[in-house]
Structures are given as structure tokens and as C-alpha cells.
């Protein structure tokens, strides 16, 4: 009796020490997010595909489908952006604060999604390697350093959505390795796989691959398959209904014009934006954006695409048309390009933990009989090297690639058993607090590395300082104040991608001259602006928002936005 006190005795101590890891690890990844969201919400902070996703979001709860159907951008983070907006209406000054919040409640959700994630891998294995707390701490570390590092919290893409979806997606698979899956939960995975390719357009073939994986699940094979086709099943039907939407919009079978957008920009290195057309292997677009002078150059893009910058709420439109004949050298100078990528983020960023994770993987890593033994426990890696090598053929980011990344190492870490000689089974635990530190490290290098970022904005004394507004809304409240209104369209010299402004203003960017190119713009004489701005009029637009104009410009009915370099002309009729 008092041995069975003891033994209980010692399991409660030492769940009790876990917790306390756990905890602190989460207070640790609580705390950096709210450090995070602070630093977004205090600079504004926002990105071009943010603005296209509020624009889809909120044409979708305002019932305008033409602008709500979008074969470029996935629609479920949209549609959630949207839901935020509509039911809190926040001014001006609050909406980009408050799509920091929703991301900062997406990256919550995502911890919790992968907690769960964890907790499954490590209960999967019949003989653990890992002591408890230096699994939980190399995972709790990998997983702010994905979150927070590469997938980055201020960015308003669908990136932590996805992670979230794909961590629930995840545990269901890793579930099935130790015990039987329900008629429940292959319903729920194909739901979730489902779910997971309207947050991003990857997940598609992606989610055939977790189907695949599926298959090598405990029970038999007939179990297996037919628990399969469930989920297939589910999966198909949440897809294909959205596949069939923009499928009919476009006219022909597509389950995404994303990949087309970035193939033809970055194999064959089409000008983006304003494609006119050419080299001649890639065909003429269907519907460009209308040069329409020279010299500058003025592109005009009013009709048809609404959204606040047209060229980017429907990026494929104005390319429709481009041909993609195989390129070899093209695609290997990419692919070439994609591996340099994946050696700095294997050797440079994560060397030490590939290096003492190989070495204990040939020192302790199990040895299985059967194939199929394999892909049931480490499946993952499999799958993560197989969606690495899809974005290596495009592109690739450090944030599409994060949350494979926590997959790849989830099952490479499980490869590790327990070791047969006392003296390794010391060096085990000091081997893996080395990588615990090494991801602390990694975490506060690029922390600290942001926070320097925010406190050294000092202007470099051999350039000439630009000043920009203080806040974007700044330019919106000008525009009011020269009596343009929300709804009202405008023309801009400077680069659309990055006029936040104009979101906040709730106007229309229908034309553009890119700042770079407007010396002889700012050069010309009073007839010659006048002749470029009748372009912008012409578009329909009211007036004219000129970013960072230089010193030397002539400027004759330009109103200055307080004490920046932003400059707005009011058009006449």
C-alpha cells in the first residue's frame, strides 16, 4: 500500500512540474502575442493583401457578389474579417486596430488547436524519447517561433487561420494512430480540410495528401477506406461548392487563380502590376489596365473590378489571357532560388535543431518492418516535404511554409526513442534543453530585432528624409476635408499596393502613376501636369493624391496633408 502512495505520490509531483512548464510556456507565447498586437495596433499596421480581404469580406455581408466572388482570394478569412466589421462598425481610427484583434484571437486559437495537436503526437507514441517537459518546451518554442516569427501576427493574411485548421486536422490523424476513427470524426476531418482550403487555396492538393494519410490508421483496411471516403466526401462537399461558385464565374474549372498569378510573376518575371502584354510566348491580356500617356506613365483601371484597388482585389482579371508555356531554365532558376530559401531556413535559422535532432534520430530511431508502419507514425514528414516542394516550384515564404514546419518536426522529433545506455539517457535531456535554448534564442533575436525597428526610425543624414503621415487616416481625413466623399473615386502617384489611405477614406483608386516614374511628371510645367491629370479625370476621378513628392516638384493647386510630403489636387468636372 504505502509503494502504490509513493508511486501516486511521485506521478502528481510530476504532473504538477509539467503544468508548470506548460503554463509558463504559455504565458510566454500569451505574453509575446499581446507584445505583438500592441506594436501592430500602435503603427497601424496593415498590408496590401489585408485590404483586399476587408473589401471581399465586407462586399460578402453587404450581399455584393460581384465583388464577394473571388477566384484569387480565399474566402474564409474574408468572410470572417467582414463579420468583424459589420457587427462592430468601428471609425476610422479603430479598423485596422481591430483586424489586429481578430488575428490576435486567430493566433489564440491557433495555440489551442496545436496544444491539442501535441498532446496527440506524444500520447501516439508507444515508447517516448523526449522526457515530458523538453517535449512540451521544444513544442511551445516551436510553435511561437512559427506563429510569431514566420507566419508574423501583424500580417493580415489567412496564414494563422490555415495553421489553426490544419493543427485540428492534424490531431484527428494522429488520433487514428493509436485507436480506431469514428464515423464522427472522419466526417470532422474532412469538414476541417474543407474548411482549411477556403482559408487558403494550398490546402486543395494539400488536403489530399491528409486523406492519403488517413488510410494507414489503426484498424482494417476496409475500415480504413470506407472511414476515408467519409471524409473525401466531406471535404468534396464543402470545396466543390465553393470550386463550382468561382468556377462559373470564370467560365472554365479552376479551384484557385492564385498559384496562375504567381507562377507567371515570378518564373517568368511579368511586370506586376499593368502587364500590357508580351514577350510573345505569353500571349496579350485580355482586359489590361489602359496606359494611357507615356510619359509618365498613367495606367487607368475604373471598370469593371470594384474594391478599393482594383488591381489587387481581382489580381487575375487583368491578366486573363497570359499564356504558360514550360520554361526549363526559368523554372529551375526558381526552384534553384526555393532551395537556397529552405537552406537558410534548415541551416542558418534552424541548424542546431537539425543537427542534434539527425544525430539522435541515428543513435535511437526506430526501425519498422513494414512501410505502412512508417507513414502510420511519421507520416507527416511526408506530407510537409510534399507541400514544401509544391511552394518550391512557385514560391515561397516563410509564412506559407510555418505550419508544415511545426508537422515536419512533430514527427522527425518522434523518431527518437528512448536511448539503451544509462549514459545517453543522460545526455537525452541536456541534448534537448540545448535545443529548448536555442529556439528561446531564436525567439528573442527576432523580437528584439523588431523592437529595434520600432525605436531606431532615425533618418539617414545622407538621404533626403521622407516624411509620410503619422497615420494613414491622416490622409483620409484630407481628402474629406476637400469635400471628397466615401464611395467617390480617386487617382493616386504613388503605389497602390501600399495607399491604406484609401481603404480608410472608402474611396476608389481608378488610375495610377508610380511614384518612381513621375520626375518628368513633377519636372513639367503647369499645361503639362494638367494634360496628365485630364487622364485621372477622364477615369472619374475627383481628385488626386500624390505620395511623397519630392522637393523639387511644381507644384501650382496642390494641397499639402499637413506637415507630409502627401500631396491632394482636386479635379474639376
Known amino acids: 500500500m504505502a509503494t502504490v502512495y509513493l508511486k501516486l505520490q511521485h ?37 496590401a493583401d489585408g485590404i483586399s480581404y476587408m473589401d471581399i469580406g465586407e462586399a460578402f455581408w453587404q450581399g455584393d457578389w460581384s465583388l464577394a466572388v473571388n477566384a484569387v482570394w480565399s474566402p474564409l478569412y474574408a468572410w470572417l474579417l467582414g463579420l468583424v466589421l459589420h457587427l462592430f462598425q468601428p471609425g476610422m481610427r479603430w479598423e485596422f486596430a481591430l483586424v489586429q484583434g481578430v488575428n490576435f484571437a486567430l493566433y489564440l486559437g491557433a495555440m489551442g488547436c496545436w496544444e491539442w495537436f501535441w498532446q496527440e503526437v506524444r500520447r501516439s507514441q508507444p515508447t517516448p524519447g523526449w522526457p515530458d517537459w523538453v517535449w512540451w518546451g521544444l513544442g511551445y518554442g ?9 507566419i508574423e501576427l501583424w500580417a493580415v493574411t489567412p496564414d494563422m487561420l490555415m495553421a489553426g485548421l490544419v493543427y485540428i486536422a492534424a490531431a484527428l490523424l494522429v488520433r487514428g494512430r493509436y485507436q480506431q476513427r469514428g464515423w464522427g470524426a472522419a466526417g470532422l476531418l474532412g ?3 474543407g474548411l482549411a ?47 463550382g461558385v468561382i468556377s462559373t464565374m470564370r467560365g472554365r474549372v479552376t479551384f484557385s487563380d492564385a498559384g496562375t498569378i504567381t507562377y507567371v510573376r515570378y ?30 506613365p498613367v495606367y487607368i483601371f475604373a471598370q469593371p473590378v470594384g474594391g478599393t484597388y482594383p488591381i489587387s482585389t481581382d489580381p487575375f482579371y487583368w491578366y ?35 543537427a542534434l535532432t539527425l544525430f539522435w534520430v541515428g543513435v535511437t530511431g526506430p526501425r519498422y518492418p513494414h512501410l505502412t508502419d ?72 527576432f523580437n528584439l530585432e523588431g523592437a529595434g525597428v520600432l525605436a531606431n526610425r532615425q533618418p539617414d543624414p545622407l538621404v533626403t528624409p521622407r516624411r509620410g503621415p503619422t497615420w494613414p487616416g491622416e490622409v483620409a481625413e484630407a ?29 476608389k483608386i481608378v488610375g495610377e502613376m508610380f511614384e518612381w516614374q513621375a520626375a518628368s511628371f513633377w519636372l513639367g510645367d503647369e499645361p503639362f501636369q494638367a494634360e496628365v491629370l485630364h487622364h485621372f479625370a477622364a477615369a472619374g476621378a475627383k481628385a488626386v493624391v500624390a505620395e511623397y513628392v519630392p522637393p523639387y516638384a511644381h507644384l501650382p493647386g496642390w494641397q499639402q496633408v499637413g506637415h507630409t510630403d502627401f500631396y491632394i489636387y482636386l479635379l474639376t468636372e
Open 11 to 47: 506521478t502528481i509531483e510530476k504532473l504538477y512540474t509539467l503544468n508548470r512548464w506548460r503554463w509558463g510556456f504559455r504565458l510566454l507565447a500569451v505574453v509575446l502575442g499581446l507584445l505583438h498586437l500592441w506594436a501592430a495596433i500602435t503603427n497601424y499596421s496593415m498590408n
Open 142 to 150: 516551436l510553435f511561437i517561433w512559427s506563429a510569431l516569427g514566420l
Open 191 to 193: 469538414l476541417l480540410l
Open 197 to 243: 482550403y477556403l482559408s487558403k487555396a494550398i490546402m486543395f492538393p494539400v488536403a489530399f495528401l491528409f486523406l492519403g494519410l488517413s488510410l494507414f490508421g489503426q484498424g482494417t483496411w476496409r475500415h480504413n477506406v470506407t472511414h476515408t471516403l467519409l471524409s473525401a466526401f466531406c471535404f468534396l462537399l464543402i470545396s466543390g461548392s465553393w470550386i
Open 267 to 296: 518564373v517568368y518575371g511579368l511586370p506586376y502590376p499593368h502587364w500590357q502584354g508580351g514577350p510573345a510566348p505569353l500571349g496579350q491580356p485580355l482586359h489590361p489596365s489602359r496606359q494611357v500617356h507615356q510619359d509618365p
Open 320 to 354: 486573363e489571357g497570359v499564356q504558360t508555356p514550360f520554361n526549363p531554365g526559368a523554372q529551375l532558376r526558381l526552384f534553384l532560388a526555393s532551395l537556397l530559401f529552405y537552406f537558410d531556413l534548415f541551416g542558418r535559422q534552424s541548424g542546431v535543431l537539425v
Open 374 to 445: 512508417w507513414l502510420r507514425r511519421h507520416g507527416f514528414i511526408l506530407l510537409a516535404a510534399a507541400a514544401l516542394g509544391l511552394y518550391a516550384l512557385v514560391y515561397v515564404e516563410e509564412r506559407y511554409v510555418a505550419v508544415f514546419l511545426v508537422l515536419l518536426w512533430a514527427d522527425g522529433w518522434t523518431l527518437v526513442r528512448p536511448p539503451e545506455l544509462p549514459a545517453r539517457r543522460t545526455w537525452l535531456p541536456i541534448t534537448g534543453g540545448a535545443m529548448i535554448l536555442f529556439l528561446l534564442l531564436q525567439i528573442m533575436a
Open 479 to 507: 481628402l474629406y476635408q476637400v469635400g471628397v466623399q466615401p464611395g467617390d473615386s480617386v487617382g493616386l502617384i504613388g503605389y497602390g499596393f501600399e495607399a491604406f489611405w484609401a481603404r480608410l477614406a472608402r474611396v
